[in-house]
């Protein structure tokens, strides 16, 4: 989120702004709310993530008519392989919401949440190989913390679960599809804005995961119940419109180690959810194992350095 965040210009300000704040909180909390979404749908996965892009299209095209009257917004993509790009990075985002969805299924929300955190550590390394941005010790101790805790999560299980399960490897998955996408869009970083990126991405990625619903879930796209398509637009709204919205704001307005530190808590708050809704305890094991993963990522990106772009 945070590199998409990163594609809207926000103007910039020194001094503490409490509104910020209070903004980058309640978008963390609106975030942590994904994977019950997800587990209270009354369509599999695949169509859920499709009904969330889909829904979620319209509200960024307003977006950027609204931007347009204040400023010139670029929408269409200027050749061949800028459209080989946005496609190839709908493709990871489409993968990415048929294995980490799928693995809030199948595991723990807790293990599921915590596994796909792990994407900044991938996205670090492919930065590293794509752009030449330096690795530094500090990131590598990091990175040394979260593995052995993501090891420790997956051997201990969680409550029904068994000791690894399908889900942990779907959302270690989700993870690596996720980081591909926010290196994909690191590659065009400022040509386009947040909304127009999101049109491109979400709105390719729809008849792709439309047809993995037809081939994976027996072609259940549509819910039953008014409740089902309530919940289907709550999921939209509140995790990509407001959320997103809310945190590409605040992202311009505080330092960018606060904005990234905080999604660090979304974890905390999604295994919490998993207690109170779908009695999904944490063992003491469970819990150490969760909090050295944060404290890893947590060092990871205190080890990351800005770097000047290479040419290309």
């Known amino acids: 989120m945070g590199v998409i965040a990163n594609l809207i210009q926000v103007p910039d300000t ?17 975030f942590s709310f994904t994977a019950v979404f997800i587990r209270l749908s009354e369509v599999g996965p ?18 950027i008519a609204l931007a347009s009257r204040r400023n010139q917004v670029r929408v269409l993509l200027a050749n061949r392989r800028e459209y080989l790009w946005m496609l190839f990075s709908a493709l990871m985002l489409t993968l990415n919401v048929l294995t980490w969805q799928s693995a809030v299924l199948m ?17 670090a390394f492919g930065a590293y190989f794509l752009f030449r941005e330096r690795i530094t010790p500090v990131f590598i101790l990091g990175l040394i913390l979260a593995l052995v805790g993501t090891g420790l999560l997956v051997r201990e299980g969680a409550g029904q679960f068994g000791v690894v399960t399908l889900g942990d490897g779907l959302a270690l998955l989700g ?16 040509s386009y804005s947040t909304p127009v990126t999101m049109v491109w991405n979400m709105g390719l990625a729809c008849p792709m995961i439309l047809l993995a619903t037809v081939l994976l879930e027996d072609g259940v796209v549509f819910p039953q119940t008014s409740a089902g398509w ?3 637009g709550g ?11 809310i945190y590409a704001f605040v992202t311009g307005r505080l330092p960018a180690s606060i904005s990234a530190t905080a999604l660090l808590i979304v974890p905390v708050f999604s ?9 999904e305890a944490l063992s003491l094991a469970q ?20 770097q000047k772009p290479s040419p290309r």
């Open 14 to 30: 020194n001094r503490p702004d409490r509104v910020a704040y209070a903004g980058l909180i309640f978008a963390t909390l609106l």
């Open 46 to 63: 695949a169509a859920t993530g499709f009904w969330r892009f889909l829904i979620t299209v319209p509200f960024m095209l307003l977006w």
């Open 107 to 123: 595991t723990s929300i807790a293990n599921a949440v915590l596994i796909s955190n792990l994407h900044p550590i991938v996205v």
């Open 175 to 190: 993870a690596i599809f996720f980081a591909l996408w926010v290196l994909c869009l690191k590659n065009q970083r400022g």
């Open 230 to 232: 309530g919940l289907l």
């Open 235 to 245: 999921y939209a709204i509140t995790v990509n419109v407001i959320g997103l919205s």
């Open 271 to 279: 295994s919490s959810y998993g207690w109170i809704l779908f009695d």
């Open 287 to 306: 819990g150490a194992a969760g909090l050295l993963i944060l404290a890893g990522l947590f060092v990871a990106q205190r080890g990351q350095r800005p």
